[in-house]
């Protein structure tokens, strides 16, 4: 009998703290009277920022929304957490949503620039201190929230942030954004049903194998206000997903968000509102066995942005496309030297116009990848030194294991370079809406170097009046002129003529080779 209690007391002992081992508790350095969230690790996990809301010494005082505070590992314990001073703090809400693999860029939540637009910025760590945040370039960027959370991929080529924004479901929702460079990212996807659903999905966080994502939700029952969750991604589309898992030893009746694993995935950090002395407090957890994380982060960064729509199963499933290999060359358009830039394809399926997908090449890529045979695809190509370019490819002209081969122009003083795509309404300088991707494209590159002045020079045939093609020429230069400073270009840095036919590049004898003479184009005049 006695052996019997001995026994049955050991084993419930031993489930007790088997069940207990994964519950969150509070960092004791970092507990505080404020509400603490967003923390995020350095990439040597020695340095750990998160927000603080309506502390006294944060820079708008007890009314300032969050400001970002940080604490070091010393022999194994976390300091007591000091306000980080500089520019990434002001009055608005700041917070840390990543930092790349070399600790050198941090991301921070907000356009420290214009706030009203909402967005990313990003910070470079200059000795012991941060700059000045600068808005980084998201096309189509919109948060109708008030909300924006996020991390960054370990790598720090993807981002995965929860906002309210184009094809939302309900209110946040989860998208992601690829890296093209330091302040270049490609626009907003939708992570579609398998994860969104119609309440609130927030602060997300991809895993080290870029496959397994953590996220809170409110739309989904469980313990409390809103639960941690995980997926796995299933295949490169990123709207495919497992199905959805609540992390039930790690929840509690209150608010449970800001999942992020560390310590090559063997502990957590969260955030949990119910056993904190304020509103929220910065806790640690060891990561549920549940979870299993990839050991390597998955090479391809193939992405989807199909319109997010449940699969209706009762449709036949279309036919497998067949794919062709490809082998992209980049060389410097005038020497024919090697380049390594990087290289972001898309293509859009053809005939169905809806099979849409991205590819991200890096400088240290093969260049090598598979494609429809029956799409068409762009290829963005940026390269330090020279002009981005933008490059369409008709698949169902390339042969399987073809080499394309693709021109860079350098930013060189006296490089004149023909904006091809920039067209006028005929016979004035109303600029057509077709023209304003490559007009958007010559103001990146003055942006990103502002060292850079050029001339805009308009040409016209030599058909018609010489005065009336000088004076239409001169007002179309001046058009583009006026739209690189709207877009905040300083004018000093821009010289507009117009030239009439008196330089052309082809005959004017037929039509065909006329229109070759009406042109716009700019030449870097200072670098």
Not at 278 to 306: F, R, Y
């Amino acid at each position: 009998m006695r052996l019997g209690l001995v026994l049955f007391i050991l084993f419930f002992s031993i489930g007790f703290l088997s069940n207990g081992q994964d519950k969150p508790f509070i960092i004791d350095s970092l507990e505080s009277i404020y509400d603490d969230i967003s923390p995020v690790l350095s990439a040597d996990e020695n340095t750990l920022y998160f927000t603080k809301k309506n502390h006294p010494d944060n820079a708008g005082g007890e009314r300032d929304s969050g400001d970002i505070w940080f604490s070091q590992k010393v022999n194994g314990s976390w300091t007591i957490a000091q306000r980080l001073r500089g520019p990434v703090n002001n009055t608005d809400f700041n917070a840390v949503i990543g930092i790349t693999p070399d600790d050198n860029i941090m991301y921070v939540a907000g356009n420290y620039k214009s706030p009203r637009k909402g967005g990313v910025s990003f910070s470079r760590k200059i000795g012991e201190n941060w700059s000045e945040p600068k808005p980084i370039d998201i096309p189509y960027y919109k948060n109708k929230s008030e909300h924006l959370s996020g991390s960054l991929s370990k790598d720090g080529k993807i981002m995965v942030l929860s906002l309210e924004s184009f094809g939302s479901r309900g209110n946040e929702d989860i998208y992601y954004t690829f890296r093209k460079s330091v302040d270049e990212w490609t626009e907003l996807r939708n992570l579609g049903v398998d994860v969104n659903t119609e309440a609130q999905e927030l602060t997300p966080y991809l895993a080290s194998d870029n496959k397994t994502l953590f996220f809170s939700s409110n739309g989904r029952g469980g313990k409390g206000s809103r639960d941690v969750f995980y997926t796995k991604r299933q295949d490169a589309t990123w709207t495919t997903w497992s199905d959805v898992i609540n992390l039930e030893s790690i929840n509690s009746e209150g608010a449970d968000w800001y999942f992020k694993i560390y310590n090559n995935g063997e502990n957590a950090l969260m955030v949990n509102t119910v056993n904190s002395v304020g509103l929220g407090n910065i806790m640690t957890t060891i990561t549920p066995d549940v979870v299993e994380i990839e050991p390597e982060v998955e090479k391809s960064m193939t992405a989807s942005s199909q319109s997010v729509l449940a699969i209706n199963s009762n449709k036949e499933t279309p036919p497998k496309r067949a794919k062709i290999q490809i082998q992209f060359e980049v060389v410097d358009g005038f020497t024919g030297d090697p380049l390594k830039p990087q290289l972001l394809i898309k293509g859009v399926n053809e005939m169905s116009k809806s099979s849409y997908s991205e590819i991200v090449m890096g400088k240290n890529s093969s260049y090598k990848t598979k494609l429809f045979k029956d799409s068409i695809y762009t290829v963005d190509i940026a390269a330090e030194g020279y002009l981005d370019d933008l490059q369409t490819i008709k698949t169902d002209t390339v042969s399987d294991n073809e080499t394309i081969r693709l021109e860079l122009l350098s930013l060189k003083e006296g490089t004149t370079i023909q904006l091809k795509s920039v067209l006028f309404e005929r016979g004035t300088a109303d600029i057509l809406d077709g023209s304003f991707e490559e007009l958007d494209r010559v103001y990146k590159m003055l942006d990103k170097n502002p060292n850079i002045e050029i001339e805009l020079s308009g040409h016209t045939d030599n058909t018609g009046s010489a005065k009336l093609n000088i004076e239409l020429s001169q007002k179309r230069s001046d058009r583009i002129k006026e739209y690189l400073v709207e877009k905040g270009i300083e004018s000093n840095r821009l010289e507009s003529n117009g030239y009439g036919g008196a330089r052309p590049i082809a005959s004017n004898k037929s039509e065909a080779t006329r229109k070759l003479n009406r042109r716009v184009e700019f030449t870097i005049i200072k670098n």
